[in-house]
């Protein structure tokens, strides 16, 4: 059983361009989380979708930023005009329930390099 | 806003000291309090969630401990390959977010 597969590992981008990260979660589960690392910093929250559904998108920037997990493929976190500081480890975890105490699998990340 | 709040920010022991891991939190209706092991280049590998103030859980070297402001990564006889940033993270019904909010870390390191 294949854990959360997050694709690309690395991915450099300049400054302005788009930049699209994957996500699949594990077979069975059907919730995913997004979170952002940041050199220094904790996991930070940043989405928590089901299948079609944006559940809460609370730790989102307002702008640039969007999510989506479609019923079909892989949940795509996709920044827009990437700056500087969009520059951190992305991870996706996934969980097979709904329920704030359920434990999450997570990915092995995308290194975002924004040059 | 739940907060958690980890220290020492790094620990160095020789293998076989034992020692711990403090995580502190403020949390509104705790519904889980969780600890990941994250290797570098790797994302957090789940060890324990915990429940209620006074549970208790084990695996090989590592107990976790829960108290109502605190829990504690306890380590026995470290060794080398327990290095590892040590991330605690708690989960609370008091209408935040729906993610995990967690703490900056312990970065472990174990000499042989």
């Known amino acids: 059983n294949a854990g959360v597969m997050q694709n690309p590992r690395h991915l450099v981008r300049r400054r302005g361009q788009e930049a699209r990260l994957r996500c699949s979660p594990m077979?069975?589960?059907?919730?995913v989380y997004w979170y952002r690392q940041l050199p220094e910093e904790g996991l930070k929250f940043m989405v928590y979708?089901?299948?079609?559904?944006?559940?809460?998108e609370s730790g989102m920037p307002k702008e640039r930023f969007s999510a989506e997990f479609p019923k079909e493929g892989p949940s795509i976190l996709r920044i827009q005009q990437v700056v500087r500081g969009d520059s951190a480890a992305y991870f996706c975890?996934?969980?097979?329930?709904?329920?704030?105490?359920?434990?999450?699998?997570f990915g092995s990340g995308t290194q975002l390099s924004v040059l | 806003e739940d907060q958690v709040t980890q220290s020492p920010e790094a620990l160095r022991l020789q293998e076989g000291e034992s020692s711990s891991l403090n995580c502190s939190y403020t949390?509104?209706?705790?519904?889980?309090l969780f600890w990941y092991r994250q290797d570098p280049g790797k994302g957090p590998e789940f060890l324990f969630t915990?429940?209620?103030a006074g549970e208790e859980k084990e695996k090989e070297r590592l107990k976790a401990t829960l108290t109502k402001k605190e829990s504690f990564l306890h380590i026995t006889a470290p060794k080398p390959e327990d290095s590892a940033t040590y991330l605690c993270?708690?989960?609370?019904?008091?209408?935040?977010?729906?993610?995990?909010?967690f703490g900056k870390g312990t970065h472990l390191i174990i000499q042989p």
């Open positions: 975890a996934s969980s097979p329930r709904a329920g704030l105490g359920e434990k999450l699998f």
């Open positions: 949390v509104s209706g705790l519904r889980g």
């Open positions: 915990l429940y209620s």
């Open positions: 993270a708690v989960s609370g019904s008091g209408g935040g977010a729906d993610g995990l909010t």
């Open positions: 077979k069975g589960h059907s919730h």
């Open positions: 979708l089901q299948k079609e559904n944006i559940i809460d």
